[in-house]
């Protein structure tokens, strides 16, 4: 949605993801994004799709916002799509740092005005996906992907109140970026959202109360059964602290094809079990 | 060649890399392995271009042997090849833990036979590559990964001897456990190969000297020109101390394509310059 709004034409290809018939391959091509982009009108049909929600939802569960990264945006802006080995973009911001920040710092802007119409809208949570910052070194992510991450936190909620808005709580999920949960943890968010390379013990130890951690089982456990699903929730759940020290529970990433929707509802039902939570 | 020498048929796809067409996706599909497999016999062309490439390399440059590791392995025998989701090999591990411990075993052994026929062939050093380490969580890491690994480095040396052999330093690189670097430390090898998410300081204290670390530029820096190649050489070799705790230089995983043969070249020359590496 964001690059759309800036301009882009992007196609969603079943089993492929975003697909960009014309990705921006060098800095020349930024001239195909709009100087201006009046993101209220250009998404005006997300919000709608909020509003509708949040009303249909009638305060059974809350509704969750959210954004991609800016690099993760730039990523898929550059690559066209998904990558195997980040060439087009990894080229970019190594031999063009200068325009890649001018890039980051035009999508966040974007970005920001989007999350705030979303609380607007109805949204009563926001998550910013950093999907590829796995991809960056630690020196690289400190470059490229934290900087714009802390200016969305920043920005985020005075934009809300200024639009007439509360703010609300912010999660930040950076897969990959491991190396970077303390800085995360001081990154503006109250949520810090794990991949499942993470050994919870240790995250909670990092974490220190900072941030509310939020996963992160691995979501190929669905696939093992029952019996699998049962000793992952118990074993994840004794390392947030059985729940009592401010977690979320979710998967470790997005969930994958095939997983078979009543592992899911046991993967639910052995939460609540487990941590006592009502329904 | 590990599968191959078990039976499997392996086919080699321009730019997809191995192919299974008859993967491993149950317990039952077991019996297409066979029972005893004669290493030295089924791979003796691997050893064969091994002595040729010894004798021709004429002590110019030291020649590595190497292996996948049983849980990368194992992956690509029961997805079939690369995957996105490890569907099929996730629902095998989780919900037959027994049939793939004894799977793992088997292929342990073939590695094992398979290192020190190399070494008996003329390999002066070995690396375990476990490329989709990071696929598995820090706990699954320890159950499936991570004891194979160990059993390869315990068996290989005494092996090389009983084969009339002597022992060869051996690496273990394991693309994305970085929350398993200290047991990797630990893990009787001499060697230990870090991706590009691992800032090189963080990764000398935790080796602590007990191995000689092994890395870690991120690949695609090479996209980015001579003056991105040699600010990053530069970082890097200040992190890993310059060179003179023990350092093995190399890029973070393999090369990827379309990267000027030049710009590699100049990679080589600014780590020659920057730790006074002779030729």
């Given at each position: 949605?964001?690059?759309?709004?800036?301009?882009?034409?992007?196609?969603?290809?079943?089993?492929?993801g975003?697909?960009?018939?014309?990705?921006?391959?060098?800095?020349?091509?930024?001239?195909?994004?709009?100087?201006?982009?009046?993101?209220?009108?250009?998404?005006?049909?997300?919000?709608?799709?909020?509003?509708?929600?949040?009303?249909?939802?009638?305060?059974?569960?809350?509704?969750?916002?959210?954004?991609?990264?800016?690099?993760?945006?730039?990523?898929?802006?550059?690559?066209?799509?998904?990558?195997?080995?980040?060439?087009?973009?990894?080229?970019?911001?190594?031999?063009?740092?200068?325009?890649?920040?001018?890039?980051?710092?035009?999508?966040?802007?974007?970005?920001?005005?989007?999350?705030?119409?979303?609380?607007?809208?109805?949204?009563q949570?926001l998550?910013?996906?950093?999907?590829?910052?796995?991809?960056?070194?630690?020196?690289?992510?400190?470059?490229?992907?934290?900087?714009?991450?802390?200016?969305?936190?920043?920005?985020?909620?005075?934009?809300?109140?200024?639009?007439?808005?509360?703010?609300?709580?912010?999660?930040?999920?950076?897969?990959?970026?491991?190396?970077?949960?303390?800085?995360?943890?001081?990154?503006?968010?109250?949520?810090?959202?794990?991949?499942?390379?993470?050994?919870?013990?240790?995250?909670v130890?990092?974490?220190?109360?900072?941030?509310?951690?939020?996963?992160?089982?691995?979501?190929?456990?669905?696939?093992?059964?029952?019996?699998?699903?049962?000793?992952?929730?118990?074993?994840?759940?004794?390392?947030?602290?059985?729940?009592?020290?401010?977690?979320?529970v979710?998967?470790?990433?997005?969930?994958?094809?095939?997983?078979?929707?009543?592992?899911?509802?046991?993967?639910?039902?052995?939460?609540?079990r487990?941590?006592?939570?009502?329904?």
């Amino acid at each position: 949605m964001i690059p759309q709004a800036m301009g882009m034409t992007v196609e969603m290809l079943e089993a492929k993801g975003p697909h960009f018939p014309n990705p921006l391959r060098k800095p020349e091509d930024l001239s195909q994004l709009k100087s201006e982009v009046d993101v209220r009108a250009e998404l005006a049909y997300v919000f709608d799709a909020i509003r509708l929600t949040r009303r249909k939802l009638a305060g059974r569960v809350p509704l969750i916002g959210f954004v991609g990264a800016p690099w993760t945006l730039m990523s898929y802006m550059v690559e066209g799509g998904g990558s195997k080995t980040f060439m087009f973009v990894k080229t970019w911001i190594f031999k063009h740092p200068s325009t890649t920040h001018s890039l980051l710092a035009r999508i966040t802007d974007v970005c920001v005005e989007f999350l705030a119409h979303q609380v607007l809208a109805g949204a009563q949570m926001l998550q910013v996906f950093d999907s590829w910052a796995g991809e960056l070194s630690p020196h690289d992510f400190r470059i490229f992907a934290l900087p714009y991450i802390r200016r969305i936190s920043a920005r985020v909620p005075a934009r809300i109140k200024e639009l007439g808005g509360e703010p609300v709580p912010m999660t930040i999920f950076a897969k990959g970026a491991w190396y970077a949960l303390d800085e995360l943890c001081e990154s503006g968010y109250q949520v810090v959202g794990l991949d499942w390379t993470h050994d919870p013990e240790s995250a909670v130890a990092v974490a220190n109360g900072r941030v509310t951690l939020q996963g992160n089982m691995d979501p190929n456990v669905l696939y093992g059964g029952r019996e699998a699903i049962t000793q992952a929730v118990e074993r994840i759940a004794k390392g947030f602290g059985g729940g009592r020290k401010g977690w979320i529970v979710n998967l470790g990433h997005g969930i994958t094809p095939f997983v078979n929707p009543e592992d899911l509802k046991w993967f639910f039902e052995e939460t609540r079990r487990v941590t006592g939570a009502s329904e």
